[in-house]
């Protein structure tokens, strides 16, 4: 009984130390579908060509899009035509961050860690775009790399996202958007949405925070990360790549491992590896375009990482 009413306390605590911050999050991101912001930003990046990266890196930090729902993105701006480069950065970078996910950053681990989150999606969309260009340039790297086939409507028009997946046996998620003529009924719904969707991962990682605090033996993480070092950055980086861990949940797992005795810069490495190597995207990797692709992607992801590391240990 001791056992549970204190894991009862953490996680009251944690869960209220985070909720502000996940409700001004959820706010932003029903105010950005509300405007279709990022509906209006995927449209200039379809029509803008290979010197996109900078806008598709944009848009995956601006945009409230996960890795679950960067899927139906990408995979319609593949088969469309998009130029791999930009298609790349915005599928390194959307994973990483969100309005909610940096005001819950920002809230969970403080200003030094938000500000690492938002910096590390920026270099991450740019590393990987940057390489995939000079590949493309100076190779035959992507010449038949997509491997799914295009799906048209009976008007010549490119079918949903779901419709094409279904065609090339892809999974992707769907939402039922019920149209309407009030605004703010719109953002309600839009709202709602966002909560049930981010609130049950968050709600499930403040339990697996707990349970680490409270399980987990400290010496098993300073061993393995917890002391200063390259070595330290890069067992972060193996330990976060194979978790499915969203960039919300992500959060409270990182300040577990911190309490747990986990170095920050590590901290910093693990806080990048988990979501931008999450599933979903990889899984699109795999499936949509050729296998040396996604190894170059899971490549550059953990290098990212642990450079990410890096450069927080030098200015912490």
């Known amino acids: 009984m001791a056992f549970l009413a204190e894991a009862a306390s953490i996680y009251r605590r944690e869960l209220l130390q985070l909720l502000p911050a996940f409700l001004l999050g959820v706010g932003v991101a029903a105010t950005i579908k509300t405007f279709q912001w990022d509906l209006k930003l995927r449209a200039y990046m379809r029509e803008s060509g290979a010197a996109t990266i900078p806008l598709a890196v944009f848009l995956g930090i601006f945009s409230p899009l996960c890795a679950c729902g960067v899927l139906p993105v990408v995979i319609p701006l593949a088969v469309s035509g998009v130029p791999l480069p930009p298609l790349l950065a915005l599928l390194a970078t959307s994973p990483l961050m969100s309005p909610d996910a940096l005001t819950i950053t920002w809230a969970g681990l403080g200003p030094a860690m938000g500000w690492t989150k938002v910096l590390s999606a920026a270099g991450m969309g740019f590393l990987v775009g940057g390489v995939t260009y000079i590949l493309e340039k100076r190779s035959n790297f992507t010449k038949g790399i997509i491997r799914i086939k295009p799906v048209y409507n009976e008007d010549g028009s490119l079918a949903s996202a779901y419709d094409i997946a279904c065609a090339n046996d892809i999974s992707v998620p769907t939402m039922v958007v019920r149209p309407r003529e009030s605004r703010v009924l719109f953002f309600l719904d839009r709202a709602r949405d966002t909560s049930l969707f981010v609130g049950k991962f968050l709600l499930l990682a403040i339990a697996l925070q707990v349970l680490m605090e409270m399980v987990v033996p400290m010496e098993a993480i300073r061993f393995l990360a917890g002391r200063p070092g390259m070595m330290s950055l890069v067992w972060a980086a193996l330990i976060g790549a194979p ?74």
């Open 243 to 316: 978790l499915p861990a969203h960039q919300v949940p992500v959060v409270p797992i990182t300040k577990g491992l911190l309490d747990l005795g986990m170095d920050p810069a590590a901290a910093a490495t693990f806080l990048v590896a988990g979501p931008v190597t999450s599933i979903p995207a990889l899984l699109v990797l795999w499936k949509v375009f050729e296998k040396r692709l996604f190894f170059v992607y899971l490549g550059l992801c953990l290098a990212g990482s642990v450079a990410t590391g890096l450069l927080f240990g030098l200015v912490a």
